[in-house]
């Protein structure tokens, strides 16, 4: 928690609430837009692709007369990113129709997924995500609105050297561990944080399990983190929050963990200072 973000209302733990994770750069990149999509008219089409990102650069492909050597277009990066490889989407109905794109940065490992489609040719960033291998930890990130970017899936490899533990949280191979984290869209009226789920082995039934780890609430009107708890626990052993507002800012004024007194935080302007988040 960090007073200064307390009027922050789009984070996904709610005001003042920061994940301690990498934000990673799923927002890095916002859509594409194909120029040789089929659904354009005829005069509006030419060979060119543009990806956009958030800082205003663009990254631009052309659509070569030639393939792939497994029959997919070639789209061809302008001199000096040869790195990134563009691979469009084929919709499963209608292969001359497009369902996406996929933006793969070989030097990372980092694929930037474009599936949801905002007009004619255009399709907006839905994540990135990277592989895990070798005692790694890698991160796949969920796209929000206003460009920002949230951890999705988390994947740890912590078994022999070369175990890749693929991009699919609910089928890595043992040996593999990772994080799925649940969120829940409109909550007054921003995506929230709702539960985090382990993938891991299970040694007593000899297989991978999913297991809740953490439950989140929130209030429905102002969106602020009330109640976080381990549900593996029954009965459930919650630790509250209580918030006051201050000029528009939530700021945390009690924190009870389970069993205990709670503990209350008051807040003062300084002089040289009209932030309310002072302690």
């Known amino acids: 928690y960090d007073s200064r973000y307390s009027n922050d209302a789009k984070s996904v733990l709610g005001p003042g609430w920061k994940l301690g994770l990498p934000e990673g750069d799923a927002g890095s990149f916002t859509k594409v837009t194909d ?35 497994d029959g997919s277009e070639r789209y061809v990066p302008e001199s000096g990113l040869e790195a990134f490889r563009l691979k469009r989407l084929k919709d499963s109905s209608n292969s001359a129709l497009t369902s996406g794109f996929e933006l793969t940065d070989r030097d990372s490992g980092a694929v930037y997924l474009f599936s949801t489609a905002e ?12 592989p895990a291998q070798n005692n790694e930890i890698r991160y796949q990130y969920r796209q929000l609105s206003g460009g920002k970017s949230t951890v999705e899936n988390a994947f740890s490899a912590t078994g022999s050297s070369g175990l890749n533990c693929g991009s699919q949280w ?36 000899n297989q991978m399990v999913t297991v809740d780890v953490a439950n989140y609430q929130y209030d429905a009107t102002t969106g602020v983190l009330k109640s976080a708890w381990d549900p593996r626990i029954s009965p459930a052993l919650k630790t509250d929050y209580a918030y006051t507002d201050a000029s528009g800012q939530k700021l945390l004024t009690g924190l009870t963990p389970p069993g205990e ?14 932030n309310e988040g002072r302690i």
Not at 119 to 129: D, I, Y
Not at 191 to 205: E, G, V
């Open 170 to 205: 609910n089928s890595i191979p043992r040996g593999c561990q990772a994080l799925h984290f649940v969120y829940a869209d409109n909550v007054a009226p921003n995506t929230r944080l709702t539960a985090i789920q382990l993938r891991t082995f299970d040694p007593a039934s």
């Open 261 to 274: 007194a709670p503990f209350t935080f008051n807040y003062a302007k300084l002089a040289e200072d009209s």
């Open 35 to 69: 120029n040789a999509d089929i659904r354009l008219p005829a005069e509006e089409r030419d060979p060119s692709v543009r990806i956009e990102s958030n800082d205003g650069s663009e990254l631009w492909f052309e659509l070569s007369s030639e393939t792939n050597s």
């Open 119 to 130: 007009s004619t040719g255009v399709w907006k960033a839905t994540g990135v995500s990277m």
